[in-house]
Structures are given as C-alpha cells and as structure tokens.
C-alpha cells in the first residue's frame, strides 16, 4: 500500500524542476494576457462619414435650465452644477430619417423624456479652466436622457441614489454626432421635443444655466476627463410622460431630427 504512495511522491518531486521551468516559460514578464471573452465598444456614429466614435462614460448634468430646475423643484439661481452617469451601453444609436423603436423599460408607470444637446470629447484632462474647454470637444449630437421618473423620484424622498431612475438599458438615445468643423460649438438655437405631432419642449440652448464649457470645467474639478466620453448638457423644462405607441420627435436647430417610437 505505502510503495505506491511513495512511488507517485517521488515521481512528483523529480518532476517539479521541470515544472517550474515550464511555468517561467509559460509566462514570460512580458505575457500578453487576453480576456476570456470579447465585449462591444459602445461607439456612435460620426454623422457623413464611415467613421465611429467610441463612447468611454456617459455623463449627465441636473438641471440647467432654470425653468426646469423650478419644475423639479429647485432654486435655479443657488444650485451649483450636479452631474450623474449613465452606464455606456444604454446608449441607443438613432439614425437621421429612421423612427427607430425604443422599449418602454421595465418597473415604470411614468416614463419621460428630457431633450439635450449632447458634447462628444477628443480628450479630456483634470481642472480644464473653461476658457480652454471646448477645445477638447470632438463635436455635438442630438440626445434623450430618459428617464423612469416615479423611480427617481421615490429614491429621491428616501435619500437614495436615483441611478435606477436613470441608468438603465435604452436610456440614452442619441443621433449621430456632428464634428466641431460641421456645426461649430452650439450655445444658442431650438431646442425642443414633440409627442405625437404636439410640442411639448420648446426653448433655446442660450437659456442653458451651465455652458458646456463650464459643465467640463465643473466636472474636470470631480473626474478626470478624457476622449469619449460624452455630456448630456441638461433639459429645458417641461419634461413630461410616454407611453406604449408614442413617437417622440427631438429637434435641435442645426441637427437631423431624432426620431423614436416607444414600444
Ligand atoms: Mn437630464
């Protein structure tokens, strides 16, 4: 009984130099490890060209716009700037003449939109000065931050976080993104949204609080920013709820309309 054991002991300990060679031949100090498996860039496209743009975060501003602050029940004139994310992938690309379907997400009874010029970063940095922001913007787009406003609003009264009411799958739609040397950097112009034929926003990027160049001053001060990422410049008011067969038309002056179906 005891010579087998021994046997095998003997056989494992001979073998073990050889083992140990193998290993450090295995896994040289310069071993070029690979995932287990492959996940998608989140990109979006780059509108007239055959070019994408790859999304690294999604970042959000609260309220900037002073009418919509007081809608959510805020002080516009006292509130700093607020940012929140929303995961990369609840991006839902919307192309320019497509009325593309959006499903209605699941837990809510009272789901809005919120229109919003989106800036696309080429790069980024810490504690950008706002006179040198907009340099690092790669160009605009058009953008929804949808949003299951009964959810937001009861983690709100429970002093929770609201990520539920916001980052969820689908909850970003957006159009393609124009370059800087297209559109120019936008600071005034339409900005409105209709359901079913009917304006319900309407108002003027110049009525924004926080300028795009201060939102990336703002949010340089809390995150490092760098290319991809991508800002959602806040909603002006009158933000409201869809339901099931609702086809929202979202209109920037200067950019395609986008255009989805809620199902
Ligand atoms: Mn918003």
């Known amino acids: 009984m005891a010579k087998p054991k021994k046997k095998a002991k003997s056989k494992k300990a001979k073998a073990k130099p050889k083992a140990k060679a193998a290993a450090k031949k295995a896994a040289p100090k310069t071993a070029a490890f690979r995932t287990v498996f492959n996940l998608p860039q989140v990109t979006v496209p780059i509108f007239g060209s055959d070019q994408t743009f790859p999304v690294r ?11 919509h602050a007081r809608e959510m029940g805020s002080d516009p004139t006292r509130e700093p700037p607020f940012f929140f ?19 209605y997400p699941p837990l809510t009874k009272n789901y809005h939109y919120e229109i919003e010029l989106v800036a696309a970063l080429k790069s980024g940095g810490k504690n950008i000065k706002a006179a040198d922001a907009l340099k690092h913007v790669y160009g605009y787009a058009v953008g929804l931050d949808m949003t299951r406003r009964d959810l937001q609003s009861q983690m709100k009264d429970q002093k929770k976080p609201w990520e539920i009411g916001k980052g969820f799958d689908y ?11 297209k559109v120019g950097h936008p600071s ?11 304006v319900k926003q309407n108002a003027d990027l110049s009525q924004m609080i926080w300028s795009v160049a201060e939102q990336i001053e703002k949010l340089s001060e809390a995150f490092e920013l760098k290319a ?14 869809v ?11 200067g950019f395609p309309d986008l255009t989805i179906k809620i199902v």
Not at 85 to 97: N, R
Not at 188 to 194: T, V, Y
């Open 57 to 67: 975060r999604i970042y959000c501003i609260g309220r900037n716009y002073a009418a």
């Open 85 to 103: 994310q929303k995961p990369t992938d609840a991006i839902q690309y919307v192309a320019p003449g497509k009325t593309v379907n959006h499903p």
């Open 171 to 181: 909850g970003a739609p957006i159009g393609p993104i124009f370059p800087v040397s």
């Open 188 to 198: 005034k112009g339409a900005i409105s949204l209709s359901v079913n034929g009917e």
């Open 228 to 241: 991809g990422d991508i800002i959602l410049s806040g909603t002006p008011e009158n933000v409201g709820a």
């Open 243 to 253: 339901v099931k067969g609702d086809t929202l038309v979202a209109k920037i002056e």
